[in-house]
């Protein structure tokens, strides 16, 4: 189990750019989930996938904005035009589900976005 | 629609007292899960401990403890001999019963210990 990785650890890049982040979950979790966190806050549900099917959005995901986790492994969070209130941090998390219990989030260091 | 509040933006406490973190939470649910979690400088959330709200009895993890009021939607952290990696962010989250881990989360409470 080496955890939820994260790549880049960070990101420069200009207004208009596009961004691609990569996640890669724990071996063997079904679910991956994409949270944002801003300065000073917490983070806030963005996407989640059970294997590769992406099962919701939220409204905070706009069109500029676009998730895939093909063959239910590693996923990518791209963002087209980059905006400057697109600057945060983007975390991902993996979990397993099976059956009923109890679901635990793990969570990735996360990709630090800075839109200039 | 959930929220959750943490009016603590700092706290400071000494190493090996004890030191408590509120969070007050707003919903029409009657059955959900609340979360804390903690964010060292290493960015990566990691969950403290976990409270089901059907569960009148208040969860502990080693010397993590919380005080579930639920008909006060309150839900305090309590951290017992305070020690020097506990120093982080500490933030209070909510989900519901029933769907995909989609937590709803607080500000957060930035936590020092001093020796």
């Known amino acids: 189990d080496t955890g939820v990785s994260q790549d880049p650890r960070h990101k420069i890049t200009k207004r208009g750019q596009n961004v691609t982040f990569r996640c890669d979950p724990i071996?063997?979790?079904?679910?991956l989930y994409w949270y944002r966190q801003t300065l000073g806050q917490g983070p806030e549900f963005l996407t989640y996938?059970?294997?590769?099917?992406?099962?919701?959005k939220s409204r905070l995901l706009s069109d500029r904005f676009s998730a895939e986790r093909p063959k239910g492994s590693f996923s990518t969070l791209e963002i087209q035009r980059t905006e400057q209130g697109d600057s945060a941090m983007y975390l991902c998390?993996?979990?397993?589900?099976?059956?009923?219990?109890?679901?635990?989030?793990?969570f990735g260091s996360g990709t630090q976005l800075s839109v200039l | 629609a959930q929220t959750v509040t943490q009016s603590q933006p700092e706290m400071s406490v000494q190493e090996a007292e004890t030191v408590t973190l509120s969070c007050t939470y707003d919903?029409?649910?009657?059955?959900?899960?609340l979360f804390w979690y903690k964010q060292p400088p290493s960015r990566q959330m990691i969950l403290v401990i976990r409270q089901e709200a059907y569960k009148q009895q208040n969860a502990t993890e080693n010397r993590f403890s919380v005080n579930f009021q639920k008909a006060a939607k309150s839900f305090s952290l309590k951290i017992s001999d305070s020690q020097l990696g506990d120093a982080a962010m500490y933030f209070c989250a909510y989900r519901s019963t029933g769907t995909a881990s989609k937590l709803t989360f607080g500000t957060g409470t930035r936590l020092q210990v001093t020796l």
């Open positions: 996938f059970q294997n590769e099917a992406q099962l919701e």
């Open positions: 071996s063997e979790h079904n679910r």
């Open positions: 919903t029409s649910e009657s059955d959900y899960y």
């Open positions: 998390a993996s979990s397993i589900i099976s059956g009923a219990t109890n679901e635990k989030l793990f």
